[in-house]
């Protein structure tokens, strides 16, 4: 079976701190790559998404993720981080051929002002 | 705003009775979803809909079920609600099926047993 891991369950950093979320997964053919994002009290919310092309992708807000084929794995990076970012960070897999998203089970975020 | 709706955002049974969850949206897309999230638990696919056509998991219980009556709704039921189903529902939707579709999510319902 399909899955993917986000190895930092909590991670706290003060304002300004440059950010890293880990994610690997563990499919070996073609996928399609996101992190949602949650704010408190609102709804999963695409930050980024890789498909092809450069492995290193820039969403919103900041936000930057790299895709390294070699090691299955697709961090997500922001600077500098603010207040704001406060929130549950999700990585999700999807097969390129397939319909499921494979979620990891999330990094929450507390941004410290 | 274009977006998936769910009502109601907080949702109380008992154990064994039935209980409904809706989900609505204005995107016009033809795929619906509904996942389960327990808690510090990732997202867990149940069912889809590709407009009328019904793709239950293998692994989604039978005590779980689905009906999409339009384009815009899909009820997720749950016939007889143990404690193990508590948790929050995701419903999400995206134009089409395939890897290179963005799903949208709503708000989810928190689901508290009895």
């Known amino acids: 079976a399909q899955s993917v891991s986000q190895h930092n369950h909590h991670v706290i950093l003060s304002e300004a701190a440059s950010l890293e979320l880990g994610c690997n997964y563990s499919?070996?053919?073609?996928?399609?790559l996101f992190w949602y994002v949650q704010y408190p009290g609102q709804h999963l919310q695409l930050l980024l998404k890789?498909?092809?092309?450069?492995?290193l992708v820039k969403g919103i807000k900041g936000f930057e993720a790299e895709f390294i084929k070699s090691k299955f794995s697709f961090n997500l990076r922001k600077p500098s981080v603010q207040w704001s970012d406060t929130a549950e960070y999700f990585c999700?897999?999807?097969?390129?051929?397939?319909?499921?998203?494979?979620f990891g089970t999330g990094t929450s975020l507390t941004v410290i002002p | 705003d274009a977006m998936v709706i769910q009502n109601p955002r907080y949702q109380v049974t008992q154990f064994g009775k039935p209980v409904t969850l809706s989900c609505s949206q204005t995107?016009?897309?033809?795929?619906m979803y509904w996942y389960q999230q327990k808690s510090s638990q990732a997202p867990k696919l149940l069912f889809h809909y590709y407009d009328k056509d019904f793709n239950n998991e293998a692994d989604t219980p039978d005590n779980f079920q689905s009906r999409r009556p339009n384009t815009s709704f899909c009820f997720l039921d749950i016939r007889s609600p143990g404690l193990g189903d508590a948790a929050m529902y995701l419903c999400?939707?995206?134009?089409?099926?395939?890897?290179?579709?963005?799903?949208?999510f709503g708000p989810g319902t928190r689901l508290l047993v009895l």
């Open positions: 499919y070996g053919g073609t996928v399609n």
């Open positions: 999700a897999v999807i097969l390129n051929t397939g319909n499921q998203f494979y």
């Open positions: 995107l016009n897309h033809n795929v």
């Open positions: 999400a939707t995206s134009r089409g099926l395939g890897g290179q579709e963005t799903q949208y």
């Open positions: 890789y498909f092809s092309g450069d492995p």
